[in-house]
């Protein structure tokens, strides 16, 4: 598959690359991030323009996370659930659902282009919440604009090792996506364990005479 798409970003440049990163913004696992990489590669050799990588890269990836986040605003948690229980990704969208909850916007930012593997769930999971869209929209455009610029310079300084670079970053994103995970869950079990303390510490005490 990488290979294929490796071919189709060379054949037809800038409108391969929004097609395919609005279709995987939108919930396909393509692997993206190689393929930024590879574009940011490809203008370090003069075969793509710099402006019209950012541009078109960005507006692709928003494009799919819209669609991502009206499946959930209009299909509601049933049809997540449905498609989350045959195209996979059940944990994930535990974990972004967790992720909207405590941080919100930051949530929807951060995971453009830090924890990215989470991007596609945060979308239908803001959906499902109903987020406002407003916000949603323009979280989401800085933190692709974010993502595209990172990874293509990137493809530009390490033209040459483009193949190399994707993997590293790429482990790098699902460590970070445990790390952040774990801090969840080591923050809801400590509430959870301090709230039976605390409802004693409420009740009023008895006194015996």
Same mark, same amino acid.
């Given at each position: 598959?990488?290979?294929?798409?490796?071919?189709?970003?060379?054949?037809?440049?800038?409108? &391969?690359?929004?097609?395919?990163?609005?279709?995987?913004?939108?919930?396909?696992?393509?692997?993206?991030?190689?393929?930024?990489? &590879?574009?940011?590669?490809?203008?370090?050799? =003069?075969?793509?323009?710099?402006?019209?990588?950012?541009?078109? =890269?960005?507006?692709? &990836?928003?494009?799919?996370?819209?669609?991502?986040?009206?499946?959930?605003?209009?299909?509601? !948690? !049933?049809?997540?659930?449905?498609?989350?229980? /045959?195209?996979? =990704?059940?944990?994930?969208?535990?974990?972004?659902?967790?992720?909207?909850?405590?941080?919100?916007?930051?949530?929807?930012?951060?995971?453009?282009?830090? +924890?990215?593997?989470?991007?596609?769930?945060?979308?239908?999971?803001?959906?499902?919440?109903?987020?406002?869209?407003?916000?949603?929209?323009?979280?989401?455009?800085?933190?692709?604009?974010?993502? +595209?610029?990172?990874?293509?310079?990137?493809?530009?300084?390490?033209?040459?090792?483009?193949?190399?670079?994707?993997?590293?970053?790429?482990?790098? &994103?699902?460590?970070?996506?445990?790390?952040?995970?774990?801090?969840?869950?080591?923050?809801?079990?400590?509430?959870?364990?301090? /709230?039976?303390?605390?409802?004693?510490?409420?009740?009023?005490?008895?006194?015996?005479?």
């Amino acid at each position: 598959m990488t290979d294929d798409l490796l071919a189709l970003l060379s054949l037809y440049g800038v409108p &391969a690359m929004f097609a395919i990163l609005a279709v995987s913004s939108a919930g396909v696992p393509f692997p993206i991030t190689l393929l930024m990489v &590879a574009a940011g590669s490809f203008v370090a050799q =003069g075969e793509m323009k710099l402006w019209e990588v950012l541009v078109f =890269g960005a507006a692709g &990836a928003t494009l799919g996370d819209q669609i991502g986040y009206w499946i959930g605003r209009k299909g509601g !948690r !049933r049809l997540v659930k449905w498609i989350t229980d /045959r195209a996979g =990704g059940g944990a994930s969208l535990e974990r972004a659902e967790a992720l909207n909850v405590r941080w919100g916007g930051a949530a929807v930012f951060l995971s453009r282009w830090m +924890v990215t593997p989470l991007a596609p769930t945060i979308n239908l999971t803001s959906g499902v919440s109903e987020y406002s869209w407003s916000k949603f929209f323009v979280w989401d455009l800085a933190g692709q604009i974010v993502w +595209v610029a990172i990874f293509v310079n990137l493809g530009r300084i390490f033209s040459d090792r483009v193949q190399e670079l994707s993997q590293l970053l790429g482990n790098v &994103a699902w460590i970070l996506v445990g790390v952040i995970v774990s801090i969840l869950l080591g923050w809801k079990t400590v509430t959870y364990l301090r /709230r039976p303390a605390l409802s004693q510490a409420a009740r009023p005490s008895t006194v015996i005479k």
